[in-house]
């Protein structure tokens, strides 16, 4: 998969701190162990602030890193994921949420499932010639 854009950072962590509003999503546990493996952990402001507050800003530091990014997104999604926040019958689960990252995503060059797998897009163009 590409890096993205540092430029498209921004609406990625926007979109993507929206899953953790009212506490939803994984623990603050789990982000310390998902900012800590992926080498983002001096971008996070720990515990003391929200869920939400902490992926907005270790999310959106990842501009400065976008080679290293990748590694930040695809955790934080499996993460994500193993929590349900993909999950259209779990509690918290935001369609609008998750149309959002897509858009987010979208821009960034990639494409996010509705089961909130990464994947690189393709243009229509590109995947006639592949096809």
Known sequence: MPELDPHAIPPVAGTLARFFR???????AD???VFLETGFHEADPGSEVTKQQRVQQVVASAGERPSEARNLMEALLSEMRASRCFDPDS?????AAVAAA????????????DD???????TGSVAAVAG
């Open 22 to 28: 009212s506490g939803n999503g994984p623990t603050h």
């Open 31 to 33: 982000l310390s162990t």
């Open 91 to 95: 509690y918290g689960f935001s369609e």
């Open 102 to 113: 897509q858009r987010a995503f979208a821009q960034a060059g990639w494409e996010l499932t």
């Open 116 to 122: 909130g797998e990464p994947r690189f897009a393709t």
